[in-house]
T-cell receptor
Framework: ETGVTQSPTHLIKTRGQQVTLRCSSQSGHNTVSWYQQALGQGPQFIFQYYREEENGRGNFPPRFSGLQFPNYSSELNVNALELDDSALYLC??????????????FGPGTRLTVL | AQRVTQPEKLLSVFKGAPVELKCNYSYSGSPELFWYVQYSRQRLQLLLRHISRESIKGFTADLNKGETSFHLKKPFAQEEDSAMYYCALMDSSYKLIFGSGTRLLVRP
């Protein structure tokens, strides 16, 4: 059991709405990464937070934003939802950042459907 | 451009047969490569990483810089190996770039 949890499990929204997805990292893990996994594709990196600061970002527009809190929880916020935002959203926590030997532990994901 | 390519969406083998899941990468620096696995109804988890040069559950992977490949191999497949396998590359900013995955089906 890796200890990374995500909520909610499933979510349905309509185009133009805003959504907040939540992740609880494994205790002691200072780094959280968020990924978007479209159907039939591998996870695609959205951004990473380290000690509550954004620490790298993939090719996603600014309407994708995040927060990390001192209690090892984090949020992914998406504004102005589009149909193409429908995907599985994964968070992954790791002890530190910048260490190749550090393992990322994934949560079960949140399935977002945008109608 | 940094990219990971897994050319096979599905690989079906019989139990006891050898398995090779292909992974090719495009990266300008010295790559660090990983294999992740997702069993049915379970979360994505690390299977092995290049830097550790380890064998996990009988799987090995060798980095071939000349062919820019990191194929995953197992000499004798087991039914419990059936899963989705993702090859991933860690870039210089320590973010993971995943391939699109290969579903391995091991038939009895």
């Amino acid at each position: 059991e890796t200890g990374v949890t995500q909520s909610p499990t499933h979510l349905i929204k309509t185009r133009g709405q805003q959504v907040t997805l939540r992740c609880s990292s494994q205790s002691g893990h200072n780094t959280v990464s968020w990924y978007q996994q479209a159907l039939g594709q591998g996870p695609q990196f959205i951004f990473q937070y380290y000690r509550e600061e954004e620490n790298g970002r993939g090719n996603f527009p600014p309407r994708f934003s995040g927060l990390q809190f001192p209690n090892y929880s984090s949020e992914l916020n998406v504004n102005a939802l589009e149909l193409d935002d429908s995907a599985l959203y994964l968070c992954a926590s790791s002890l530190e950042t910048g260490a190749i030997t550090d393992t990322q532990y994934f949560g079960p994901g949140t399935r977002l459907t945008v109608l | 451009a940094q990219r990971v390519t897994q050319p096979e969406k599905l690989l079906s083998v019989f139990k006891g047969a050898p398995v090779e899941l292909k992974c090719n990468y495009s990266y300008s620096g010295s790559p660090e490569l990983f294999w992740y696995v997702q069993y049915s109804r379970q979360r994505l988890q690390l299977l092995l990483r290049h830097i550790s040069r380890e064998s996990i559950k009988g799987f090995t992977a060798d980095l071939n810089k000349g062919e820019t490949s990191f194929h995953l191999k197992k000499p004798f497949a087991q039914e419990e190996d059936s899963a989705m396998y993702y090859c991933a590359l860690m870039d210089s900013s320590y973010k993971l770039i995943f391939g699109s995955g290969t579903r391995l089906l091991v038939r009895p």
